[in-house]
């Protein structure tokens, strides 16, 4: 061509095969894009499916624990309004039994696994769904950390207490005879296999209702549970939101 001076016409079929091995480079990249998006959507539906059932059982964990925690309150209210109206003549098994929920010391364990690392959020599209799993974890330590405020009177104080005073023995007996104490444990049953009988050398309920230290447990009971379970519903109404994008990601 370039001999016969035709060299303007090689360099367009140059240019040509340029061009079309381009082309051909174009769409082998956007056919590999294609394919690396399909696996990653297919990731990332694995990856909510498997998150809205860790959820779900999250969001059922937390609303038990916030139902112990409101019948650790309504009868340990129920044993204040006792200490109130010095009800000396109560029988002793019902004010044992009244007292006993504050042997509970419930706390949220929401369950933990890699899915919510960076690799894994890295893979959700939703931007709004991105965050609050993000932010889910500080949620949790916040939450523990009212709830621990509650299990170091528990174990600090009210443990040593009742064993001081002699009514430990019999306060967890009836704790374990009471089904509505019962609703973390899978089998209710188990606790009649506890062998020990009550003592015979509790305090009278008058000692009781008069011990000023029981009083201030109690009223611990009531307001400390109370903040817990304000922070945990908020913990549920966050669990709600993000379990509502998750859905409405996952492909039907």
């Known amino acids: 061509m370039i001999s016969e001076n035709r060299a303007s016409k090689y360099l367009l079929y140059a240019v040509g095969e340029i061009i079309l091995v381009v082309i051909g480079i174009l769409i082998a990249l956007s056919i590999n894009n294609w394919n690396g998006n399909r696996k990653e959507r297919i990731e990332e539906q694995k990856i909510l499916i498997l998150l809205k059932d860790e959820f779900t059982l999250n969001l059922e964990q937390i609303e038990s624990k916030i139902n112990l925690r409101d019948y650790i309150m309504q009868q340990s209210s129920k044993a204040i309004g006792y200490i109130d109206e010095e009800r000396f003549d109560i029988n002793l098994d019902t004010l044992i039994q009244t007292i006993s929920p504050i042997v509970l010391a419930p706390t ?8 919510l690392s960076s690799q894994g959020l890295k893979l959700i599209r939703n931007d709004t769904l991105k965050t609050y799993l ?3 974890q500080s949620s949790v330590s916040d939450l523990n950390e009212q709830e621990n405020e ?18 430990s023995r019999n306060v967890q007996l009836s704790f374990y005879n009471d089904s509505n104490n019962l609703n973390y444990m899978q089998d209710k049953k188990m606790s009649g296999n506890i062998s020990l009988k009550k003592s015979n050398k509790s305090p009278s309920v008058k000692e009781i209702l008069s011990n000023k230290k029981l009083e201030g447990i ?20 966050q669990v709600k939101r ?6 409405n990601e996952i492909e039907k």
């Not at 509650?150 to 009514?167: K, M």
């Not at 993000?242 to 859905?247: P, V």
Request: hydrophobic letters at 55%; a negative charge; proline letters at 4%.
């Open 242 to 247: 993000i379990l509502e994008l998750i859905e």
């Open 108 to 115: 949220f364990d929401p369950i933990h696994n890699e899915l």
């Open 218 to 237: 109690l009223a611990n009971a009531v307001i400390i549970n109370q903040g817990v379970n304000w922070e945990s519903k908020a913990r549920v109404n």
């Open 150 to 167: 509650w299990v170091l009177l528990y174990n600090n104080i009210t443990v040593p207490f009742l064993i001081d005073f002699g009514i």
């Open 134 to 136: 993000s932010n889910w």
